[in-house]
């Protein structure tokens, strides 16, 4: 056995936590660029916190998933505005945002010199400029990974900047700032990180430290989506999911993820699908179709016992099969309105471009089977 577990120097998690922003910050710079979503008053708890610590705040504002235009223009910002901080407060996006700006704050250069896939690549070799992470929704768990994933509307992909360089200095995970989600955004976010405690369970590259997360954060998730979308969201309702984002974040960053994770990168890429909501519609297919090719071709795969732990887990029956467990997710997923991928404009017509993206998409080697095309296409057209 073998692993290595690497994260954010320091993890601040509580009701509460963001205020501790400002004794974080303090020794970190003089002037912050404080990168938000589109909402930039959900933010605000950050902007006090970043006031009272007498640093200078430099907003920076994001609209939906970062492109590389946006990562451009935010370099250029923080650059203009002497900035020798940056904080990301908001959704997966801003966070990805802000961690691509303090990478090429630290390196210099444009995101093209060192984007995976459609860019050139070039190792990030310096560490980032100090980045603080601190996540508004409950899913990506993107404040304690190393890689930032940005949009390259010419190319149709999604592609990530990453190094352990850019993991943040601090990820302060505050449930409060939970408060007041629409439900559609607690079923995309949580079903993503639902998903993302799944495919580092059954992975191929799981490790003992991160299955005690998932363990944990399948059954917090478990017992707290559901209400939290229906909108009964106590602390801890929040606590959990928050917990679960968490958890699923660190789990992904150091075992890996799978076929979900291997087709929401080329959805996000060829339509405008948001990636939580792309993952919560792929993951009931992949789920029934990995566990049916492990059974014909894998009988002695680990994953086979895992997929029943996570049934045990969810259905809080502790001889639950399986394909009760699917039975489950597939309830959740229907109970929480999840859209199918022809929401956001996929068709059958593109079924074949989306099985050769995603059979080569990163996130796919972490998959326990490696799965045929006509299993591949299986998945993407149950998904629609
Ligand atoms: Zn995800």
């Known amino acids: 056995m073998r692993f ?29 660029l404080l990168v938000t979503g589109r909402s930039v008053e959900r933010a605000s708890p950050a902007r006090d916190a970043l006031t ?9 504002p994001t609209a939906g998933e970062p ?24 959704g997966g996006s801003a966070i990805d945002a ?19 896939v459609v860019g050139r690549g070039h190792p990030i070799a310096r560490p980032s400029a100090p980045f603080v992470a601190i996540p508004t929704t409950a899913g990506t768990g993107s404040e304690v990974t190393r890689n930032a994933v940005l949009a390259s509307p010419e190319h149709g992909v999604k592609a990530s900047l990453r190094s352990p360089l850019m993991l943040a200095r601090a990820a302060i995970v505050d449930p409060d700032l939970l408060v007041g989600l629409p439900p559609h ?55 959990d999911l928050a917990t679960a984002s968490l958890f ?36 009931p297919a992949v789920l029934r179709v990995n566990l049916r090719a492990l059974r014909q071709r894998r009988r002695e795969s680990p994953a086979l016992a895992r997929y029943r732990e996570i049934a045990a887990i969810v259905t809080g029956q502790p001889d639950a099969g399986a394909d009760d467990g699917v039975a ?38 972490g998959n326990p089977i490696e799965l045929e095309d006509a299993e591949l296409e299986e998945i993407a057209l149950a998904s629609l």
């Open 328 to 365: 489950w997710v597939e309830d959740l997923v229907r109970a929480l309105l999840v859209p199918g991928l022809s929401r956001w404009g996929a068709a059958e017509a593109d079924l074949p471009a989306l099985v050769t993206k995603a059979r080569a998409a990163s996130s796919m080697k």
């Open 52 to 60: 009272a610590a007498g640093l200078a705040v430099v907003p920076f």
């Open 67 to 90: 492109t590389v235009a946006d990562v451009r223009r935010g370099a250029a910002a923080a650059r203009a505005g002497g900035v020798d901080l940056v904080v990301a407060c908001g």
């Open 4 to 32: 290595e577990f690497a994260t954010a120097t320091r993890i601040l998690f509580g009701p509460g936590s963001v205020a501790s922003l400002a004794e974080i910050a303090a020794p970190l710079g003089r002037r912050a």
């Open 248 to 283: 699923g974040g660190l789990a992904l960053a150091n075992a890996g993820l799978g076929a979900v994770h291997g087709f929401a990168a080329p959805v996000g890429g060829l339509f405008d699908a948001p990636h939580g909501a792309a993952c919560a519609a792929l993951l």
């Open 98 to 116: 802000g961690k691509a700006v303090a990478a090429l704050l630290g390196n210099g250069g444009d995101p093209l010199d060192y984007l995976e």
């Open 185 to 239: 955004v607690v079923a995309a976010s949580g079903l993503d990180a639902f998903a993302q405690l799944v495919e580092p369970f059954v992975s191929v590259r799981a490790n003992p430290l991160v299955d005690g997360l998932c363990r944990e954060g399948l059954a917090r998730s478990a017992r707290s989506l559901r209400r939290a979308f229906e909108g009964d969201a106590p602390e801890a309702v929040r606590v």
